[in-house]
């Protein structure tokens, strides 16, 4: 028995369990540590913010000259939802204020890897109509419709599948 720990107190340290198992507690938390930094750091945490908005200071202000353009021209618009085809139905003061195609940001509140641009072109019976490049799944949607140049801008939200159709207005307080 003298013989047997008298070989074990003869290895050296390294081939001891213990000082392993002392040095790696450390060696682990300092990995697990800097990978949770280079997550933190390759998420972008401004990635929901959507819009005309400007940072002034630490306060965050939603520049309005786009949604206040909008208002002079007299726009309003429907939109539709039907089975990844998406159909606006615009309407301005004058005729004239209609532009061919128009962009519709479709826009989730949290997830931006669900946000979508759809150009939507002016058909004969002057409805826009367009395509989502993915089925919309049920939630809360933003839509910011625009036109190509982005002189004006309008939003409306809807909660898809509950409702399908959706009133777009040059700015909506609380969306």
Do not use: C
């Amino acid at each position: 028995m003298t013989t047997n720990s008298q070989t074990l107190d003869n290895q050296p340290w390294y081939k001891h369990g213990w000082p392993w198992f002392l040095f790696g507690l450390p060696a682990i938390s300092v990995v697990i540590g800097i990978s949770l930094y280079v997550a933190a750091n390759n998420y972008n945490v401004d990635s929901i913010v959507y819009g005309d908005y400007a940072k002034d200071g630490k306060g965050v202000e939603l520049r309005d000259e786009r949604f206040a353009h909008a208002r002079s021209l007299g726009l309003s618009a429907h939109a539709t939802v039907r089975d990844g085809e998406i159909s606006v139905k615009l309407s301005a003061a004058q005729e004239k204020d209609l532009p061919a195609t128009l962009r519709l940001a479709i826009v989730h509140p949290t997830q931006d890897r669900f946000d979508q641009q759809v150009l939507l072109q002016r058909k004969q019976d002057g409805v826009y109509s367009g395509a989502t490049t993915e089925p919309l799944h049920a939630s809360r949607w933003l839509f910011q419709l625009e036109d190509e140049a982005r002189t004006w801008s309008m939003t409306g939200g809807v909660s898809i599948p509950a409702e399908t159709e959706v009133s777009i207005e040059p700015f909506q307080v609380g969306l």
